[in-house]
Every structure is written in C-alpha cells, then in structure tokens.
C-alpha cells in the first residue's frame, strides 16, 4: 500500500513478534502432553461434525472421495464451515478426514478461505453504529 517501508514494518513488527514467540514457546509441550484425540478427529460416519450446517462425517468422507475434493470444495458442496462459527469447531475434524480419504498428511490439507463475516455481528450491534465512516462517501445522505 506503500503506506510505510519495509524497514518500518520490521522494526515495528519486531517487539510483537517477539512476544508471539515467546507465548508460542509452550505449544509443542501442550500439544504432545495434550493431544487431541482420534475420536474427535476422524468421529464415525453418523457423528455431526458440523454443528451449524448439521453435516455428518459420512458426507465429508463421502464429498472428500469425489476426485480427490478438498476442504473448499466439500465446503461449497456441503456448506461445512459456513455456519455461524464459520468452521471454528468444525474446520480441524473436516482437514483430518480430508487427508483420510486423499491419503496423504493433514498439513497437506489446504484450510478452509475465510470468507466475511470473520466473526458473525448481531443487528443489534449493526444498528448501534454511530454511522461513522471513513473513504469515499462519509456523511453523505442515507
């Protein structure tokens, strides 16, 4: 966006990132001493894995079979992942039984495109905006 230089974004990323780092120290502890476990990720073929869309393991198994589709795909066929929590609980379980039927690893996986709302907004909170905007047509007439 050539807002700032390269060299600003570095040196004003650098403290965070360190900080990142630094929290993300313990994850390799927690995740050996703490894993998730195979009931969860790879659940029989009648258990919901996607609560919003109401979809079953059986039908990702089923979707991920069909020319080798991946987590996007079975997402468009499906609508696994595009519920309220848009894959929040389901987008971990939906990677694992994708490499199950492609037979290969999870990290192969390609995740889910996030796609807005990133975080589902009540019209509540909609209709508490101020009406502030910022670009090209702020303050014009509704």
Do not use: H, Y
Not at 65 to 88: E, H, Y
């Amino acid at each position: 966006l050539g807002r700032i230089t390269p060299e600003s974004r570095d040196r004003l990323a650098a403290a965070p990132r360190r900080r990142l780092a630094a929290e993300r120290a313990i994850r390799p502890f927690l995740e050996a001493a703490f894993p998730v476990p195979a009931a969860i990720l790879r659940p029989a073929d009648a258990t919901v894995i996607c609560r919003c869309e109401e979809v079953t393991a059986g039908q990702v198994r089923a979707w991920a079979r069909l020319a080798g589709a991946g987590a996007n795909q079975i997402k468009a066929f499906g609508r696994v992942g595009m519920g309220p929590c848009q894959g929040r609980f389901c987008g971990l379980t939906l990677g694992e039984l994708v490499a199950e039927a492609q037979g290969c690893p999870p990290g192969q996986v390609a995740p889910l495109r996030i796609r807005p709302p990133l975080k589902p907004v009540t019209l509540g909170e909609l209709a508490a905006l101020d009406g502030a905007t910022e670009g090209p047509g702020a303050g014009a007439a509704r």
